[in-house]
């Protein structure tokens, strides 16, 4: 059985998650949601445990929100809780691009460059605003630039990395992740979608890294496409080691980032050397930053 750990919690608090990799030597899987739209400054945080929390743990954490309340913790069944959330999930258009589950495989269209990703343990079905963002603008990109060389930092099911090199067929392309789990998972969609593996161009290599910390990563640089659909805080940790690795011209596509949080992530990257490319939609809840460095 897993457990949960849920309480209320403000919007501010809700968009800035501590890393609890410092606290804990197994931390639990956090997550964030605006329940009710016509509220949004009430969100719901809740903690993903494989085993009950003791009491220790879960003080713990409430103490890092100083506006929670209605704390509880639950048991839950054993059910792939993935796998059901995501069982009547769409087909998701981005261009020429449809991100679909084998149940709607009948949607794909003569033209379309189909992406097939189940219901998994990784992040990035398609159906998020940020997975269709980072879609949206490799489709852009690829208009006027033909990349070479490609890396994707925190990969999770692989969607973007596929659809990149999907478009730049030439190109050598890494997908990265810190979660073992979802280089596992990438694999799979890899061979699901008939993408060969390997270094050599016009083939996915694999790597599990935090960040750049990856001589998989750091060997193949300079880059002159890099996606990076993460959170806002690991991405402005992020800012000094993936602007490193950006070659004159290249292009930093980046997502995970609240519309309150993009003036401080394109500073972080401003410092480096990468400015914003293309107009960004302020409206968007979750917007989606080009950044490019100057060549």
């Given at each position: ?121 990784a992040f990035g079905t398609g159906q998020h605003a940020t997975t269709h ?163």
């Amino acid at each position: 059985m897993s457990w949960t750990l849920s309480f209320a919690v403000n919007r501010a608090e809700a968009e800035t998650l501590p890393d609890l990799f410092e606290l804990m030597d197994e931390p639990p899987t956090l997550n964030v949601e605006e329940p009710d739209p016509a509220k949004p400054d009430d969100w719901v945080l809740t903690a993903y445990f494989a085993a009950q929390p003791d009491d220790a743990v879960v003080a713990k954490i409430v103490a890092l929100f100083p506006s929670a309340s209605g704390v509880a913790v639950a048991e839950l069944e054993e059910q792939d809780w993935t796998t059901l959330s995501q069982r009547d999930l769409k087909p998701v258009r981005a261009g020429r691009f449809l991100v679909h589950t084998a149940d709607h495989a009948d949607a794909v269209r003569p033209g379309d460059w189909p992406l097939q990703i189940e219901a998994g343990l990784a992040f990035g079905t398609g159906q998020h605003a940020t997975t269709h963002g980072c879609l949206r603008a490799i489709t852009r990109l690829g208009k006027f630039r033909n990349f070479r060389n490609i890396a994707d930092i925190g990969t999770g099911t692989g969607v973007l990395a596929m659809a990149a090199l999907r478009q730049h067929r030439n190109a050598r392309c890494i997908a990265s992740d810190i979660d073992p789990i979802a280089i596992d998972v990438t694999a799979e969609n890899l061979a699901l979608n008939r993408f060969p593996s390997g270094a050599c161009a016009g083939r996915m290599a694999l790597a599990v890294a935090p960040g750049l910390a990856a001589p998989a990563l750091n060997n193949r640089a300079p880059y002159d496409l890099v996606l990076a659909n993460i959170l806002a805080p690991p991405l402005i940790a992020l800012a000094r080691d993936l602007s490193a690795v950006i070659a004159p011209g290249g292009v930093l596509v980046m997502a995970g980032l609240l519309a309150s949080q993009q003036r401080a992530v394109a500073n972080a990257y401003r410092r480096h050397g990468l400015v914003p490319v293309g107009a960004v939609d302020r409206k968007a809840e979750w917007p989606c930053l080009v950044l490019s460095r100057k060549g």
